[in-house]
């Protein structure tokens, strides 16, 4: 199930484009959201048995990899709340496991 919606979101045939000012960017929210999307990714491939899926996952992370590090050098980028939000998310996902 997280495959898909992570396949639907990093897939190279996904031609949906949205356009927003640079300026009006959320670069801390969405380099949170590439982050955690990263981190999904990651333990997909680890669990997956399949080479097909697992290869489509490392295409995927490298097109993460990329937008994460695009939003990092954003100028509305803020690292402390982005940080602060990381540890804060994580922290929470693990209380309720």
């Not at 959201?33 to 080479?51: G, H, P, R, V």
């Amino acid at each position: 199930m997280q495959f898909n919606i992570l396949s639907c979101k990093y897939s190279s045939t996904n031609k949906t484009v949205g356009f927003s000012k640079y300026d009006n960017m959320k670069a801390t929210e969405k380099w949170l959201e590439y982050t955690l999307d990263i981190i999904d990714m990651q333990s997909e491939m680890m669990q997956s048995k399949d080479f097909n899926i697992k290869y489509e996952l490392a295409q995927m992370l490298i097109i993460a990899e990329r937008k994460k590090t695009y939003m990092y050098k954003h100028k509305n980028f803020d690292l402390k709340r982005a940080t602060f939000l990381l540890s804060s998310v994580r922290n929470v996902a693990k209380k309720q496991q």
